[in-house]
């Protein structure tokens, strides 16, 4: 870093202000989170069918 840099920043010595942060944010496909949802609901339909089925029978 030089002084210039420093001066340019006006005098302003916080780490923040001269380095860049990672970038640590997941990546999320989209697509394959609908894709899973879209199954999960199925899934879960499925359940709920049988589950009326069994109380049909139970009286």
Known sequence: MKN???LDNDCN???S???EQ???REVINISEVNAKLETLIAEGNELNQKIEA???ELG
């Open 4 to 6: 210039d840099d420093i």
């Open 13 to 15: 010595l916080s780490v």
């Open 17 to 19: 202000s001269y380095v």
């Open 22 to 24: 990672e970038d640590t």
């Open 54 to 56: 069994i109380i049909k």
